[in-house]
Structure formats: C-alpha cells, structure tokens
C-alpha cells in the first residue's frame, strides 16, 4: 500500500508541476483542440482541469472511505456529465460563467476534501456533475475539427485523473493534517483563478 500511495502522488506531483496555470482555455494559436492526441492533453494543460478532475477522485475516496461502489459513482457522474457539457460548447450552446463556475468548482471540491463532506449519493453526484458539465463546455467550446477524438482523448486523461486522486485518497484516509492541506491548497486555487 505504501508503494501505491507513492507512486500515485508521485504521478499527481509530476503532472501538476508539467501543467500550466488554465491554458487548458486559452485558444492561443498553437493550443490545437483535435484529435485524439489534443485531447489526451487537454486536461492537463490546465492547473484548473487537472486539480478538479484528481479533486474529484480524492473526495470520493475520502467521502466513502475508500470503500465500494459510491467511490466510483461521484466520477462516473463526472465523466457522464463533462461530456454532455462538452457536446453542449462544440455545438455552440452557450452557458453563463463557465470560467467563473470552473474556479468554484475548485474551491467546492476543496473545502469537501477539508471536511471530507459525505452527502447522500445522488446529491454528491448531482453536485459533481454540475462541476463536470461546467469543464466540459469549456473543452468542448474549444474543440475544432472531429470531436469524437478529441473528446475520447479528455475522456481518458479524465478517467485517469479521477483514478490517481481515487488511489491518493484511500492511501491518505488515515491521515487528516494531509488531506487538509491537500484541500486547502486546491480551495487556495481557486481562489487565485476566481481573482485571476
């Protein structure tokens, strides 16, 4: 167990220190958004994506206590749910505040990863959707050329994400004064890109 949690923050460490803070939106030329290599990407180009997306998979590890199923529901309903919102900004439906909600979003799924909030399931999962919904339009509204690609490729990085905070968490159920401050610096985040 100890060589898994270290090996999974060791990976969160090293993708988080690679990223840069909310590129994942800028549309600056050479920011390509197709394909499936643009995709696999996307979500670490962002501060602000790879922080929610390892976020989620920590709180629901913590909140469940790293046990059965309800660890896996609060990213399935993320992922379900980034997509629709993804779909939603390809095709040009527009949604208020999306920067602003994604910051939030940080600061939300901060503070539960402080109190290791346990809600009622479809509250925690309605909640992360809602999260979700918000940072796939934001991918989506970016993407150019085929999306089915593009958005396979953020699907995966996404998945991938929620199953390092996932493994994180259940290695850290155990100790509080980290998982605070693991919490709190993603809150502080998004702190930064709300002021940002």
């Known amino acids: ?33 197709a394909g499936l290599a643009a995709g696999l990407l996307h979500p670490l180009n962002g501060l602000d994506h790879l922080l929610a997306m390892v ?37 040009g439906i527009a949604l ?35 999260f979700a919904v918000l940072h796939g339009h934001a991918h989506g509204a970016e993407a150019a050329g085929s999306i089915a690609l593009y958005m396979a490729g953020f699907t995966l990085t996404t998945a991938a994400l929620h199953v390092s905070g996932i493994l994180l968490g259940t290695g850290l159920l155990n100790k509080r004064v980290t998982t605070v401050l693991m919490g709190s610096l993603i809150a502080a985040a998004g702190t930064y890109f709300l002021a940002a």
């Open 55 to 91: 976020a989620v998979g920590l709180w629901s590890a913590l909140a469940a206590k790293g046990v059965g199923s309800k660890m896996w529901l609060a990213p399935v309903a993320f992922v379900t749910a980034m997509l629709l919102g993804a779909a939603a900004g390809f095709v």
């Open 1 to 33: 167990m100890k060589n898994t949690k270290f090996f999974a923050l060791s990976a969160v460490a090293a993708v988080a220190m690679a990223a840069t803070p909310a590129l994942a939106h800028t549309g600056l030329p050479g920011h390509e958004h």
């Open 96 to 130: 208020p505040l999306v920067e602003t909600g994604i910051a939030l979003s940080l600061v939300a799924l901060g503070l539960m990863i402080i109190g290791r909030v346990e809600l009622p399931a479809v509250a925690g999962a309605s909640l992360i959707a809602l």
